[in-house]
């Protein structure tokens, strides 16, 4: 049986499943890239796919597109998943991905410096002051937004304005990555911000889009954009740190924790499935309270 062809029975079952749109998506653009190798190496038949091929292609993908362990790791989980469905379905006898190991990568959450964080806040005040465009009023509103909430990219992506309950403080997520609906409560201080973007784009548009986070046509704003948008950022303030939209989920965590927020709290906010995922920051931003021990300093009065 044809590669492709399989592909296609795939996708449309994972569809009918009701696999995420965001899901979906990714099996598109990895599809496409994995396609573009079989081509090239004359790959076509289901029966011509094993774990060494699994591991050629692998290969490739680390040392020619030079992919980080992270999306190595993600090629492969769709490969078994893909592989898995084929063995079910009786194409082919046994999986192509049979013990392939996944990559070892650095699981510790990227920091974000503070005075990046500060300087960035600053600089996209000082334009939104002085030349008040879209643009600088909308990508403030997301950075705040990034690091009041903490939530994930493609539920930034999906925020609609009808998922924000200004009255009881609350922010509705309706796809999160459990795909259960949830609820994270709304800070005074974001709800302002969030009102004045707000009233800026009911003046800004004759039709007032349902998005939060729109383009200059209204059009709701895509992850890429929002990604291009942090990595400009960086480059125009010369950030040499870690700095991307990811990256405030963890300022969110560990302000949370610096603030006195027992570890409970910060899961059940952060939305963390397990206490343990949790836990973990708490060792990453141990080197910060060398501030504090100083300020604090048990022994001050003792020596």
Not at 17 to 40: A, I, M, P, Q, R
Not at 53 to 75: A, H, M
Not at 162 to 171: H, M, Q, S, T, V
Not at 214 to 241: A, D, M, Y
Request: contains cysteine; charged residues 30%.
């Amino acid at each position: 049986m044809l590669i492709e062809l399989a592909q296609k029975e795939f996708f449309a079952e994972k569809k009918f499943e009701g696999l995420t749109d965001n899901s979906l998506d990714c099996y598109v653009v990895f599809f496409k890239t994995w396609n573009e190798w079989l081509v090239e190496n004359n790959i076509e038949q289901l029966e011509d796919l094993t774990p060494r091929v699994t591991k050629r292609f692998l290969t490739y993908c680390q040392e020619e597109r030079d992919n980080k362990p992270t999306s190595i790791n993600s090629k492969l989980k769709m490969l078994r998943t893909f592989s898995k469905w084929c063995v079910q379905e009786k194409l082919i006898p046994e999986s192509f991905t049979e013990n392939i190991k996944s990559m070892k990568q650095d699981t510790q959450p990227k920091m974000v410096k503070d005075s990046d964080i500060q300087m960035a806040l600053r600089h996209l005040r000082r334009v939104k002051r002085r030349e008040n465009t879209f643009e600088a009023r909308r990508n403030y509103t997301i950075l705040v937004y990034l690091i009041g909430t903490g939530m994930r990219l493609g539920e930034v992506e999906r925020l609609a304005w009808d998922d924000i309950d200004f009255e009881n403080y609350l922010i509705i997520i309706r796809t999160s990555k459990s795909r259960k609906s949830q609820s994270i409560p709304l800070s005074e201080s974001l709800a302002k911000e969030l009102l004045e973007w707000k009233h800026f784009c009911e003046h800004k548009f004759s039709k007032f889009p349902e998005s939060v986070f729109v383009t200059r046509t209204g059009k709701g704003i895509s992850s890429n954009s929002i990604q291009l948008v942090f990595q400009r950022l960086k480059k125009n303030l010369g950030i040499e740190g870690d700095f991307s939209p990811h990256c405030m989920r963890n300022v969110y965590i560990k302000n949370l924790l610096k603030n006195g927020a027992n570890m409970r709290q910060v899961q059940l906010l952060a939305r963390h499935s397990k206490i343990e995922v949790t836990r973990q920051y708490v060792g990453y931003f141990a080197h910060e309270l060398k501030d504090a021990i100083d300020e604090f300093n048990p022994l001050r009065d003792l020596l």
